[in-house]
């Protein structure tokens, strides 16, 4: 009988696409024929074909052929590792540690692998890892011990070693005193998003360098309390996995609703391919929290980007003036092609004539984490705010929509169900229980984040800093080259070092003391009426907000309209605010912020009150002082706020080692800084420093020497 016959070509190892559909071209030819034949006949044709046959219309080959195919195949084409990359770093951390452990203890490494025993496991495991803190860990260590043994000696550890080695752990976690609960974890509800997400705009204890940074954080949120993905797929994300459709309104409504369409690519596939879901964003109405609104965010950004492929869509008023045509029940909105692989969250870049938004360049989710923690902490959250709270807060509002127990069984840490209520069939207090097991119920603001002058400097005076200090004073004279030269360069490392790990020693113990005692001065305060019930959010509110970040908050926040006018409106208003705020540049993130005490109302500065005055006072310094105090860089930056593009610096030997480190240094090859007051387009380091200085009197003449 003829072997069925490839019509298709071979798909390349690169293909990621299910086979579903290669299988089913193989029959192409007889699902599509559509003749009727006698079954008899074909029997009989069959059955009249010999072995000679076999090869119809098929190429022969000598034996050869097949054995150099088979010599001749690219391995490096074929996968060469077994995991994913971040399961591989992992391995390869524990593989260093044995290799370093081996050093340590000054054995041949070539023998690391042959001789391996419950001694030399609680040896190995006493010794590494330092800084684990809970016996989960360790374990998770140890497992990945036994694989990293697998893949270097190609055998498995001996089953008896391998029991006695979870023994061993359980010993070194007792003897290291480890914990053995789990890291404490929490929830982010919606609720506690639209929190974090107004604290996050509002506030200037950390600043970004250009507003879009600050705008796709909260829409990272809003997208992983969406989707429940990865923050590793999340960031990801590229303009060709977003589809904005305008859908007509089944409910009879004159107005189309907008969709956005999202479809996360990135997600586990290190093993084989897995259908893609697509997450459908229907806009919602009369929306009574546009913080937590991922349309008004990712328009606002979307139009900063002049992202729409029509390019009459260029602001919010024209697409919502768009509608579904008659007979048609949708209406794309497709973007530009050529932003297909660009990336949604993406890095800025600091150029000479200011920061520059690099789409090309992806956000990493180390970025994104620090972020968090670092907002969660100015929120005032008690727990540690992390991506993951998201996805479990998305994991459960999804098993509580649709009464399905994988999330339950999967995701969740904890049960925020009445069970009393269950029990004793009673109404279930769901608001009530929601709220108990939320992020949001442990806000505080007053909480220690950062320790205080006085308190950075105590740590100074501690023994063993004292007593490095000297040692770094006695090798202070070693000259370059010498040998107590390295022992003063690890000398001061060390100092360094262990001053950070005084500190954050130190802080984890006000911490501490700050949660154990202060609820109960709190109560004694209460009782004995010495306080007023203040609310403590107030000291959020902060007096050095730029107009641009004031007029973001108050369109944000504003209540939904009465109307559906009012409403599309307020979305309009909303959008323009958060594409002005993703030009605007914020400076380098300020490390020494403190706050004010609660209820301190915001006050426009001077600068935001007459910004044209002001302005207009920075070109007259510019053009008439000999030597000003006012960059005529930043002047001409229109993506700067104004306190910053007018700002005046203490003499002009500050102006000039601002201009040198902001503007000089960062001026590369095809880019230009542009002098407004001259009408000039400066494109080499040379050209910005002889101009500096004979136009606007911005003198740096030992940098000059450099370039001519």
Same mark, same amino acid.
């Given at each position: 009988?003829?072997?069925? &016959?490839?019509?298709?070509?071979?798909?390349?190892?690169?293909?990621?696409?299910?086979? @579903?559909?290669?299988?089913?071209?193989?029959?192409?030819?007889?699902?599509?024929?559509?003749?009727?034949?006698?079954?008899?006949?074909?029997?009989?044709?069959?059955?009249?074909? /010999?072995?000679?046959?076999?090869?119809?219309?098929?190429?022969?080959?000598?034996?050869?052929?097949?054995?150099?195919?088979?010599? @001749?195949?690219?391995?490096?084409?074929?996968?060469?590792?077994?995991?994913?990359?971040?399961?591989?770093?992992?391995? /390869?951390?524990?593989?260093?540690?044995?290799?370093?452990?081996?050093?340590?203890?000054?054995?041949?490494?070539?023998?690391?692998?042959?001789?391996?025993?419950?001694?030399?496991?609680?040896?190995?495991?006493?010794?590494?890892?330092?800084?684990?803190?809970?016996?989960?860990?360790?374990?998770?260590?140890?497992?990945?011990?036994?694989?990293?043994?697998?893949?270097?000696?190609?055998?498995?550890?001996?089953?008896?070693?391998?029991?006695?080695?979870?023994?061993?752990?359980?010993?070194?976690?007792?003897?290291?005193?480890?914990?053995?609960?789990?890291?404490?974890?929490?929830?982010?509800?919606?609720?506690?998003?639209?929190?974090?997400?107004?604290?996050?705009?509002?506030?200037?204890?950390?600043?970004?360098?250009?507003?879009?940074?600050?705008?796709?954080?909260?829409?990272?949120?809003?997208?992983?309390?969406?989707?429940?993905?990865?923050?590793?797929?999340?960031?990801?994300?590229?303009?060709?996995?977003?589809?904005?459709?305008?859908?007509?309104?089944? /409910?009879?409504?004159?107005?189309?609703?907008?969709?956005?369409?999202?479809?996360?690519?990135?997600?586990?596939?290190?093993?084989?391919?897995?259908?893609?879901?697509?997450?459908?964003?229907?806009?919602?109405?009369?929306?009574?929290?546009?913080?937590?609104?991922?349309?008004?965010?990712?328009?606002?950004?979307?139009?900063?980007?002049?992202?729409?492929?029509?390019?009459?869509?260029?602001?919010?008023?024209?697409?919502?003036?768009?509608?579904?045509?008659?007979?048609?029940?949708?209406?794309?909105?497709?973007?530009?092609?050529?932003?297909?692989?660009?990336?949604?969250?993406?890095?800025?870049?600091?150029?000479?004539?200011?920061?520059?938004?690099?789409?090309?360049?992806?956000?990493?989710?180390?970025?994104?984490?620090?972020?968090?923690?670092?907002?969660?902490?100015?929120?005032?959250?008690?727990?540690?705010?992390?991506?993951?709270?998201?996805?479990?807060?998305?994991?459960?509002?999804?098993?509580?929509?649709?009464?399905?127990?994988?999330?339950?069984?999967?995701?969740?840490?904890?049960?925020?169900?009445?069970?009393?209520?269950?029990?004793?069939?009673?109404?279930?207090?769901?608001?009530?229980?929601?709220?108990?097991?939320?992020?949001?119920?442990?806000?505080?603001?007053?909480?220690?984040?950062?320790?205080?002058?006085?308190?950075?400097?105590?740590?100074?005076?501690?023994?063993?800093?004292?007593?490095?200090?000297?040692?770094?004073?006695?090798?202070?004279?070693?000259?370059?080259?010498?040998?107590?030269?390295?022992?003063?360069?690890?000398?001061?490392?060390?100092?360094?070092?262990?001053?950070?790990?005084?500190? &954050?020693?130190?802080?984890?113990?006000?911490?501490?003391?700050?949660?154990?005692?202060?609820?109960?001065?709190?109560?004694?305060?209460?009782?004995?009426?010495?306080?007023?019930?203040?609310?403590?959010?107030?000291?959020?509110?902060?007096?050095?907000?730029?107009?641009?970040?004031?007029?973001?908050?108050?369109?944000?926040?504003?209540?939904?309209?009465?109307?559906?006018?009012?409403?599309?409106?307020?979305?309009?208003?909303?959008?323009?605010?958060?594409?002005?705020?993703?030009?605007?540049?914020?400076?380098?993130?300020?490390?020494?912020?403190?706050?004010?005490?609660?209820?301190?109302?915001?006050?426009?500065?001077?600068?935001?009150?007459?910004?044209?005055?002001?302005?207009?006072?920075?070109?007259?310094?510019?053009?008439?002082?000999?030597?000003?105090?006012?960059?005529?860089?930043?002047?001409?930056?229109?993506?700067?706020?104004?306190?910053?593009?007018?700002?005046?610096?203490?003499?002009?030997?500050?102006?000039?080692?601002?201009?040198?480190?902001?503007?000089?240094?960062?001026?590369?090859?095809?880019?230009?800084?542009?002098?407004?007051?001259?009408?000039?387009?400066?494109?080499?380091?040379?050209?910005?420093?002889?101009?500096?200085?004979?136009?606007?009197?911005?003198?740096?003449?030992?940098?000059?020497?450099?370039?001519?």
């Amino acid at each position: 009988m003829p072997r069925a &016959r490839y019509t298709a070509d071979v798909p390349t190892l690169d293909d990621e696409s299910t086979s @579903n559909s290669d299988t089913d071209s193989l029959f192409d030819d007889e699902a599509d024929s559509g003749t009727d034949t006698d079954l008899d006949s074909l029997l009989a044709e069959e059955d009249s074909n /010999d072995d000679d046959d076999l090869f119809d219309d098929e190429v022969r080959h000598p034996p050869e052929h097949y054995r150099a195919n088979a010599a @001749n195949l690219d391995v490096q084409r074929l996968r060469q590792k077994r995991y994913s990359p971040k399961t591989q770093a992992q391995l /390869d951390r524990v593989k260093e540690h044995h290799e370093q452990y081996y050093t340590f203890q000054t054995w041949d490494p070539a023998k690391c692998y042959d001789e391996i025993s419950p001694q030399f496991i609680h040896g190995f495991l006493s010794w590494a890892r330092p800084g684990i803190k809970y016996a989960s860990s360790l374990e998770t260590f140890w497992k990945c011990y036994l694989i990293v043994y697998k893949l270097e000696t190609g055998r498995k550890i001996d089953p008896m070693i391998q029991v006695n080695g979870q023994d061993v752990v359980k010993i070194v976690a007792v003897e290291k005193d480890l914990d053995f609960g789990k890291r404490p974890s929490a929830t982010m509800y919606a609720e506690d998003l639209a929190e974090f997400a107004r604290v996050l705009l509002a506030t200037t204890e950390m600043t970004f360098d250009i507003g879009w940074l600050r705008v796709q954080i909260v829409l990272f949120c809003q997208l992983a309390g969406i989707t429940g993905n990865r923050p590793e797929a999340l960031v990801e994300l590229r303009y060709r996995h977003l589809q904005l459709t305008l859908i007509r309104d089944r /409910d009879g409504g004159n107005r189309p609703r907008l969709f956005v369409g999202l479809t996360p690519e990135f997600t586990k596939r290190y093993l084989g391919s897995k259908d893609m879901n697509v997450f459908m964003i229907p806009e919602i109405i009369y929306d009574p929290a546009l913080v937590l609104s991922t349309h008004v965010f990712l328009l606002g950004m979307l139009f900063k980007a002049r992202a729409f492929k029509s390019p009459s869509i260029d602001c919010p008023q024209r697409l919502y003036s768009l509608n579904v045509l008659k007979g048609l029940n949708e209406q794309p909105l497709p973007l530009r092609d050529e932003m297909d692989n660009e990336f949604i969250f993406c890095e800025a870049v600091r150029e000479a004539q200011g920061v520059r938004i690099a789409r090309e360049l992806q956000l990493s989710s180390n970025s994104v984490r620090y972020r968090l923690k670092v907002g969660g902490e100015i929120t005032g959250f008690g727990q540690v705010l992390r991506p993951y709270n998201l996805r479990d807060g998305s994991a459960k509002a999804l098993n509580e929509s649709r009464n399905i127990g994988t999330s339950l069984k999967h995701y969740l840490n904890d049960i925020n169900v009445d069970l009393q209520g269950v029990y004793r069939r009673l109404d279930t207090q769901k608001d009530l229980m929601r709220f108990a097991c939320s992020m949001s119920r442990s806000i505080d603001p007053r909480r220690p984040r950062k320790l205080t002058p006085e308190q950075t400097a105590s740590v100074n005076d501690l023994p063993y800093i004292l007593k490095l200090r000297e040692r770094v004073n006695n090798l202070s004279k070693a000259h370059i080259e010498s040998r107590d030269y390295d022992k003063l360069q690890q000398a001061i490392k060390r100092l360094f070092n262990e001053k950070q790990r005084k500190r &954050r020693e130190l802080l984890k113990d006000i911490k501490e003391r700050y949660k154990s005692e202060q609820p109960v001065k709190d109560s004694e305060r209460q009782l004995s009426g010495r306080v007023v019930d203040e609310d403590t959010r107030d000291a959020l509110v902060r007096a050095d907000m730029s107009p641009e970040q004031l007029g973001l908050v108050d369109a944000i926040l504003t209540l939904p309209g009465k109307s559906l006018e009012e409403e599309v409106q307020r979305r309009i208003t909303a959008i323009n605010a958060v594409t002005l705020y993703c030009g605007v540049e914020e400076g380098a993130p300020s490390r020494h912020v403190r706050r004010g005490p609660p209820g301190t109302v915001a006050r426009p500065s001077l600068q935001a009150a007459e910004p044209d005055a002001a302005f207009r006072q920075a070109i007259s310094c510019i053009k008439n002082n000999r030597r000003p105090t006012i960059c005529f860089c930043c002047i001409g930056n229109p993506h700067l706020a104004m306190s910053e593009r007018v700002k005046p610096y203490a003499n002009p030997g500050s102006l000039s080692r601002h201009f040198l480190r902001k503007h000089v240094s960062k001026l590369q090859d095809g880019q230009f800084v542009d002098c407004i007051d001259c009408k000039v387009r400066l494109k080499t380091r040379r050209e910005l420093l002889v101009h500096a200085e004979r136009c606007h009197g911005t003198v740096s003449r030992g940098y000059r020497s450099a370039y001519r």
